[in-house]
């Protein structure tokens, strides 16, 4: 089947504008992670999705960053009032069981660049 | 939080010769995970392995969660193996489903 979809590829914006990104998981996966990740690093922490419920947002930077998953399955990504340090590769990754047993698959990476 | 170190940070091999990548990590885990990013940025999990040994083709990979170590092997090593391997961990028991990430040992495969 289809793997981790992520919309768009690639994000250009101005400093101070909103973005969204978008994850489509794999179908039927209930977990649902985000992560960014910068030039040489590992991918960092953002939030996890239980289902439609945000079970751990701890690793969101700030206030700015938010994410939804109204229904379960597609995730969005929101920043506001961006600034030129969030620019990154953000990832999204989704598996089957929520609970320890959680291989979880990469979608590519949405780059967002804040000029 | 947790620490996760990987060694060696970087490693030149010519096709065909074995390696083994290291990931160390500074408390208990229950969860452990292997990716490999390939040059195009792609990350594909390799192994789902909290503890114990497994195999896949080449690669095999062995956590020994009680002295906070995991070992990958990648034998009979091939171009295609370049990229950047990472090593992921995670302790859900303390209710936090937040994965780190080591920073990686980059692979790069000689022909």
């Known amino acids: ?115 | 939080g947790i620490q996760v170190e990987q060694s060696p940070p970087d490693l030149i091999l010519q096709e065909g010769a074995n390696s083994t990548l290291r990931c160390n990590f500074s408390d208990s885990v229950n969860n452990l995970q292997w990716f490999h990013q390939n040059p195009w940025g792609q990350l594909i999990i390799l192994f789902y392995i909290p503890s114990g040994t497994k195999q896949n083709g080449r690669l095999s990979a062995t956590t020994v969660a009680t002295e906070r170590y995991s070992l990958l092997y990648i034998s009979s090593s091939q171009t295609t193996d370049s990229g950047v391997y990472f090593c992921a961990v995670a302790r859900t028991t303390s209710g936090t489903y937040k994965y780190i990430f080591g920073t990686g040992t980059r692979l790069k495969v000689l022909a």
């Open chain 1, 1 to 115: 089947g289809a793997g981790v979809s992520q919309t768009p590829s690639n994000k250009v914006t101005e400093k101070g504008k909103y973005v969204e990104l978008r994850c489509d998981p794999i179908s039927g996966h209930t977990a649902l992670y985000w992560y960014r990740q910068s030039l040489g690093q590992g991918p960092e922490f953002l939030i996890y999705f239980q289902g439609t419920g945000a079970a751990d947002d701890s690793g969101l930077p700030n206030d700015r960053f938010f994410a939804v998953r109204p229904e379960g399955s597609v995730s969005t990504l929101k920043i506001q009032r961006t600034e030129r340090g969030d620019s990154a590769v953000y990832l999204c990754a989704s598996s089957l069981r929520d609970l320890d047993y959680n291989e979880q698959f990469f979608g590519p990476g949405t780059r967002l660049t804040v000029l």
